[in-house]
């Protein structure tokens, strides 16, 4: 029967070359191209991985040990510098190609490098200069310069970043008696009238002819309906929480820092730069 086992021989060999070309292609990439016998990825066996299959296991891998830098940064109620802190970020690539390229039986680790931060501890501790300041002296009831003291200590260590806007209703948060607000005249079309937080316009205005001496943007300003005796007419910026806001962008190209205050007597505003002037 030699028809018999020529037949049989084609049949073997054709299932030969059939493995080879398709089932036998994984295999043999993943015996020439996989990562070894043994190897691990963060104590994860990695053993006859290929290389898309790692990206995947690096990937999932990353997410728990990645983090965004954090940029420097100034607490508002004490005027401490809170330090900047690197991110950390994986080389995928990088990660897969070492695994890759281990011997058998090799532990190997993700591999990371830090990401700095836009602006360090330093930039913020930079901030000494003086780019603008201005100062209104303050008149009224015990009521009113409370208000005014109040507002300015909401505002004090104000830190915005290269582009950053800044609204002073959003800045300064509701203002009522729980938070410590009291009940003063405030300008109310062509009279004066009772209304929490009285004062705090003048506190506006102060930081609005601060920040135009310093060069910062103005995005929305309102000037009151009649003049005010604290700035010359047309340097006013008043407020109404909801639909009048005094809105600045730093557009200086560096960080600055807002600095506010009051003693009773008059209130300020400073708004400090680089101790050495950028491009």
């Known amino acids: 029967m030699v028809w018999v086992r020529r037949l049989l021989s084609a049949v073997l060999v054709g299932a030969c070359v059939a493995w080879l070309t398709f089932g036998g292609h994984q295999w043999t990439q993943r015996l020439l191209h996989a990562a070894k016998p043994g190897v691990t990825l963060e104590g994860h066996l ?9 990206e995947t296991l690096v990937r ?49 680790q993700l591999v990371v490098f830090d990401v700095p931060p836009r602006f360090t501890t330093a930039d913020v501790s930079s901030l000494t200069r003086t780019l603008g300041a201005y100062a209104t002296i303050i008149a009224g009831t015990p009521e009113r310069r409370s208000n005014i003291r109040l507002a300015a200590s909401l505002l004090d260590n104000t830190l915005l970043y290269p582009g950053q806007a800044f609204s002073f209703n959003f800045a300064i948060g509701p203002v009522t008696e729980s938070r410590g607000f009291q009940e003063a005249p405030v300008i109310v079309g062509e009279e004066l ?54 809105k600045l962008r730093n557009t200086t190209g560096r960080p600055v820092l807002i600095r506010a205050g009051s003693d009773g007597h008059r209130v300020w505003f400073t708004v400090l730069g680089p101790a050495q002037a950028g491009p």
């Open 193 to 246: 009238v009772p209304g929490v937080g009285g004062g705090i316009c003048q506190v506006s205005t102060t930081l609005f002819n601060a920040a135009v001496a310093a060069g910062l943007a103005v995005l929305e300003r309102h000037g009151h309906s009649q003049p005010v005796s604290y700035v010359p007419e047309g340097r006013d910026a008043t407020v109404a929480q909801y639909y009048k806001d005094l």
């Open 46 to 54: 990695v053993t006859g991985m290929l290389a898309h299959e790692l």
């Open 60 to 108: 999932a891998l990353a997410a728990g040990v990645e983090r965004v830098p954090r940029d420097a940064a100034v607490e508002r109620s004490t005027g401490r510098i809170i330090p900047d802190l690197p991110g950390l970020a994986v080389d995928v690539r990088a990660t897969v190609s070492l695994v890759l390229q281990a011997g058998p039986g090799t532990g190997c």
